[in-house]
């Protein structure tokens, strides 16, 4: 039982180049989200789907997009790398909003 | 004032000593409180979950929250140097869709 999986684990992009992160879960969640990590910052949301179908902006959205392509798989998006987006970025994911979120390993980004 | 306050250490105790850990908050709508572990490099797991007031006991961890007081507490007694670690506190306000609200982390070195 893998949990939650993100691709890739690492990455280095030039600033203006685009990515998606990709995140997928085998538990059967219905909910998903993505947050970013940085030091002094803490956890930050970015966006979550909290069912098939639907997604909603956290805390920090602007320069991300993201697709809940299946009930599986929750993907996230930068169509132009800046250097303010290098960080950890954790997929997690829970049967319901709130209750005990599973999260990835994490995807450490890189823009230069 | 961030809606979450959490003191970043590092916190350096010895081995079997009982570690306090704390969270301030000034929400008075979170109604969920939790406490994640982050090992080095990893994502964060759930240690505990506490809907509204009052304590839970889970092995060596004790896990209280005083809404009076907007104050939430981990416990971890005989401390193992395997509970060296990031401790983050997390909460929610109730109908929440999935923003939990971290605290920056506690890092917290057990020596042998």
């Known amino acids: 039982n893998a949990g939650v999986t993100q691709t890739p684990k690492f990455q280095v992009l030039k600033t203006g180049q685009s990515m998606t992160l990709q995140c997928a879960q085998d538990?059967?969640?219905?909910?998903m989200y993505w947050y970013r990590q940085d030091p002094g910052m803490g956890l930050r949301l970015i966006y979550y789907?909290?069912?098939?179908?639907?997604?909603d902006k956290g805390e920090v959205p602007n320069g991300y997009n993201v697709s809940r392509l299946n009930k599986r798989e929750f993907s996230l998006r930068l169509e132009s790398a800046a250097p303010s987006q290098t960080s950890v970025y954790f997929c997690?994911?829970?049967?319901?909003?709130?209750?005990?979120?599973?999260f990835g390993q994490g995807t450490r980004l890189t823009v230069v | 004032q961030k809606e979450v306050e959490q003191d970043p250490g590092p916190l350096s105790v010895p081995e079997g000593a009982i570690v306090s850990l704390n969270c301030t908050y000034s929400?008075?709508?979170?109604?969920?409180f939790m406490w994640y572990r982050q090992y080095s490099r990893k994502g964060p797991e759930l240690l505990m979950y506490?809907?509204?007031?009052g304590n839970k006991e889970d092995g060596r961890f004790t896990a209280q929250v005083d809404k009076s007081s907007k104050y939430i507490s981990l416990f971890i007694r005989d401390s193992q140097p395997s509970d060296s670690a990031t401790y983050l506190c997390?909460?929610?306000?109730?109908?929440?869709?999935?923003?939990?609200?971290f605290g920056k982390g506690t890092k917290l070195s057990v020596k042998p």
């Open positions: 997690a994911s829970s049967y319901r909003v709130l209750l005990e979120a599973f």
């Open positions: 538990m059967n969640h219905n909910s």
């Open positions: 789907s909290a069912s098939e179908g639907t997604t």
């Open positions: 929400n008075s709508a979170f109604q969920y």
């Open positions: 506490t809907y509204s007031s």
């Open positions: 997390a909460m929610a306000p109730r109908g929440s869709q999935g923003n939990l609200i």
